[in-house]
């Protein structure tokens, strides 16, 4: 089963790294808007109001976890279709869509994946899409040169870690198309969110309301904490401030 590596590492380069992606937004100026909300949000309370709104099927698999436990992400996702093959392909070809994805990155997009049985991701490849504004990876997959990734902070969510390379295993056989990942469909375009709860998918059609209600209900969250501590009731706190 998958675990968290020890918390207690050095991640003072994550967390420069993070402050960096923070600032690193899509050139869309609604997409930045929506980000910009979004990483001020946490995935429970965007889970709550996705359900509440019928959506009821935008959580992935909790065997998607983040590298370590502070990992987090929030941008528009830019998708990957993975298939299996039975052996390497013609020299020359190898890699060749996956390359294609990250060099074609731009700012704030979080890079999704379809299944995969073996690695798909490390620490090189999280180099350059930092370099390309990449927000973080969601795969449901492993990924491997661990301690590099680590070191760099690049946030990154799957379903474990792997040494098995990709090569001859599977393959990238499109871009920016519909796929499923962890158990929920995502499509070029949608918002995602990553955090140690798990990874939700917000539809691109619904996320100017999502986020805004989600926001609402955060703030409410946080009048029913303090009430809670000012001692009053559970129920009288959840009635007064309608958190539901």
């Not at 998918?201 to 609402?216: F, G, H, K, L, Q």
Request: with cysteine.
């Amino acid at each position: 089963m998958f675990t968290f590596l020890d918390p207690e590492r050095d991640l003072s380069k994550s967390r420069e790294t993070a402050e960096r992606l923070l600032k690193t937004v899509p050139l869309d100026e609604t997409q930045a808007r929506l980000v910009e909300s979004l990483q001020a949000l946490y995935t429970a309370v965007v889970s709550d109001i996705l359900d509440k709104n019928g959506f009821r099927h935008q959580v992935m698999s909790s065997a998607i976890r983040p590298l370590w436990p502070g990992a987090a992400l929030a941008g528009v996702a830019s998708t990957l279709q993975v298939e299996p093959c039975d052996g390497p392909p013609p020299a020359g070809e190898e890699y060749r869509l996956l390359f294609i994805s990250i060099d074609s990155l731009t700012p704030g997009c979080v890079l999704i994946t379809s299944q995969v049985d073996s690695c798909i991701w490390g620490e090189l490849m999280s180099e350059a899409a930092i370099l390309k504004g990449g927000r973080g990876i969601v795969t449901d997959g492993y990924v491997r040169d661990t301690p590099g990734i680590l070191s760099i902070g690049f946030p990154t969510f799957c379903k474990g870690i792997d040494c098995r390379d990709i090569l001859g295993r599977g393959e990238v056989t499109a871009l920016d198309v519909p796929i499923v990942c962890g158990g929920v469909n995502v499509e070029p375009g949608d918002f995602v969110l990553g955090d140690i709860d798990g990874v939700v998918v917000i539809p691109r059609d619904a996320a100017s309301s999502v986020i805004e209600e989600a926001a609402e209900k955060a703030t409410a969250e946080n009048l029913v904490r303090e009430a809670l501590r000012n001692g009053l009731s559970v129920t009288d706190a959840w009635s007064k401030y309608g958190v539901m």
